[in-house]
């Protein structure tokens, strides 16, 4: 018996098995009683694997890869769902990965190289981008993949593929939409790079799109580079403030550099939310902290994770085909704007 027998018995998702395992504060007493009289009324032990030096079952091997090790809401769907594997009592191969200027195919075969070498059963793929790849090229990992947040070609019919997105551009188009709505018409933008090709790429091409729309176009030299870095978010929106003391607004690609974006206001002697109407997307948590609390586009995190844990354990037990499935973003109105 496995966590994925104790979720189906006790009618709950196997993440629910996990989190009530993990002592997780987020579930109901209710549901955590319940879970926990299954469990003990079927003498589940996930430590048994351990105990005993058992190979997990079927030997089954789940590769999780990273792109990106910095970005938050990437590294929590990872730590998440390795737990849910984990506990379903297979065997983790992880691998993270900085280098997204990389050449895709090269990056493709090594991938391909990896999970052939160490037999994985299945692979979860967070970011990345292998937009260029053919399908066919796709479906040469040799076992069951999911993308999460990659850039992908457009599925082939009965592609040995499954992914999981966010609607990063309908998103991002409503996020700069909403500053063009409020009337601002000297907006400031802080993207990851000119040359970032994954779904933050795909975001900043929607913010464009909006400015272009709306007559907006002198707005496409407000467009500022952070990698992703605090550090210099902060340093180029201080630069720019100082050179355009008319910006009412900046448009952010991701809440992790936010915080320097709001310090950066503050220095400048103008009030954040106020004087300059601020915005972003990811909703990986925080940002309601902060002075002021911050609009953001919030991508679901829990019901993905959940999501992918269910679809990645059917397709190794082969109870279900490959999905692609979009889930949307959600509005979360702050103080900020």
């Given amino acids: 018996m496995n966590i994925r027998d104790i979720a189906r018995i006790a009618k709950v998702t196997p993440g629910t098995v996990s989190k009530v395992l993990n002592n997780y504060p987020e579930i109901s007493e209710a549901t955590r009683q319940h879970v926990m009289q299954v469990i003990e009324a079927n003498q589940y032990d996930p430590t048994a694997n351990l105990r005993t030096g058992k190979a997990a079952p079927a030997s089954t091997r789940v590769g999780i890869f990273l792109e990106s090790v910095f970005n938050p809401f990437y590294s929590y769907i990872e730590h998440m769902l390795s737990r849910h594997v984990y506990n379903a009592g297979y065997t983790i191969f992880a691998f993270h990965d900085n280098f997204y200027r990389q050449d895709k195919w090269e990056k493709f075969q090594e991938l391909a190289s990896y999970a052939s070498a160490n037999k994985l059963t299945a692979l979860v793929y967070i970011g990345g981008h292998f937009g260029n790849l053919s399908a066919e090229q796709m ?4 076992c069951p993949a999911i993308f999460v947040n990659t850039v992908l070609p ?9 992914s999981v997105q966010v609607n990063h551009y309908d998103a991002a188009f409503a996020q700069m939409s909403y500053l063009v709505r409020q009337g601002h018409k000297n ?3 802080v993207i990851s790079s000119g040359i970032d090709n994954s779904v933050y790429g795909i975001r900043a091409e929607a913010y464009r799109d909006v400015l272009r729309k709306n007559s907006l176009e002198e707005c496409l030299d407000g467009f500022l580079q952070s990698d992703y870095d605090r550090n210099k978010a902060y340093r180029a929106v201080s630069a720019y403030l100082a050179g355009h003391p008319d910006t009412t607004a900046v448009c952010s690609v991701t809440d992790y550099i936010v915080p320097g974006i709001l310090r950066a206001i503050h220095d400048a002697g103008r009030t954040p939310g106020k004087d300059v109407a601020v915005i972003s997307f990811d909703g990986t948590g925080g940002l309601e902290h902060c002075i002021p609390s911050v609009t953001t586009f919030q991508q679901p995190q829990e019901d993905m994770v959940e999501f992918i844990s269910d679809l990645l354990f059917d397709l190794i037990s082969g109870k279900r ?3 692609h499935v979009i889930f949307q973003a959600k509005f979360i109105k702050g103080e900020s704007c």
């Fill in 187 to 189: 907006i400031c933008t």
């Fill in 139 to 142: 479906d040469a990992l040799g």
């Fill in 154 to 162: 457009l599925p082939a019919e009965n592609a040995r593929y499954s």
């Fill in 321 to 323: 085909k490959h999905q």
